[in-house]
């Protein structure tokens, strides 16, 4: 693993208000041209299935304050759960694949990081 430039826990809004889900960030040493990202859940929460919180979060609370574009120099990689792995498959992580702004796909990953 990559050594890790900032690690943060941050709560992301779900369909229940009053249970939001948590998550760890871990930001990685760039590789080529683009920040790695790695979220791990540590609710009963899905962030796959939150992906488009999740993202929101991830730019407004972290990337915004120091004007970097989360669907141009990251790569984000989520870590399944047990319950992920369920739906998605036995696979290490899902990668975010941005197309665009608020334009991305889900793409099973089981590299290393």
């Known amino acids: 693993m990559s050594s890790v430039l900032f690690e943060r826990d941050l709560l992301y809004p779900t369909d229940n208000v009053i249970e939001p889900g948590i998550i760890h960030v871990k930001i990685l040493n760039p590789d080529n041209l683009k920040m790695p990202v ?65 334009d991305f796909s889900l793409e099973p990953f089981d590299e290393g990081l």
Do not use: C, M, P
């Not at 407004?60 to 739906?87: E, G, H, M, P, Q």
């Open 38 to 102: 790695v979220v791990e859940t540590k609710s009963n929460h899905s962030a796959v299935e939150n992906v488009n919180a999740v993202l929101d979060v991830l730019q407004k609370d972290i990337f915004d304050r120091i004007n970097i574009k989360i669907y141009d120099n990251t790569s984000v990689y989520i870590l399944l759960n047990a319950l992920d792995k369920a739906k998605y498959g036995d696979v290490k992580y899902i990668k975010v694949v941005f197309n665009g702004v608020q």
